[in-house]
């Protein structure tokens, strides 16, 4: 499947259709980004079960303001609607397989469990991706 060009028009709908979807926050005067999307691509080549989306923050500064992407390129991976790993800079191949693999494996029962549990503990503030409740 080719890379989406993910819009505010079309972010929810490939959310919501798609369980696993991995999203690349960029911007074409960026450096790292430019030499991230050739491990990107071909990783969407290689993983052709997933849904690969990139979020132009130029274009689309509301879903970056919306995620709180303050430094690009930023990968997101969302399972089940649920945003599961966000973490900025450019991965190297090896990497980016590792974090898909770590996030094919999440049991997203105990995610969403954790979630409702951190949810009740802070008195109904999810932690964002990243933070530790």
């Known amino acids: ?8 028009e079309n972010f929810d709908q490939t959310v919501t259709d798609n369980e696993f979807v991995l999203i690349d926050f960029w911007a ?3 450096g790292p980004c430019r030499s ?13 079960d997933l849904v690969y989306g990139k979020i132009d923050t130029e274009a689309q500064p509301e879903l970056a303001a919306a995620f709180g992407i303050q430094s690009i390129p930023t990968l997101m991976i969302v399972r089940d609607q649920v945003a599961v790993f966000a973490q900025p800079g450019a991965l190297p ?10 996030a094919r494996a999440l049991d997203m029962d105990e995610v969403r469990k954790s ?11 999810a932690p964002q991706p990243g933070e530790t409740a």
């Open 28 to 30: 074409s005067w960026c």
């Open 36 to 48: 991230f999307a050739p491990v990107y691509e071909k990783s969407s080549e290689e993983n052709q």
């Open 115 to 125: 979630i409702a549990e951190a949810e009740k503990a802070t008195g109904g503030e």
């Open 1 to 8: 499947m080719p890379t989406v060009e993910l819009t505010k």
């Open 93 to 102: 191949e090896a990497a980016l397989q590792d974090v898909i693999g770590q």
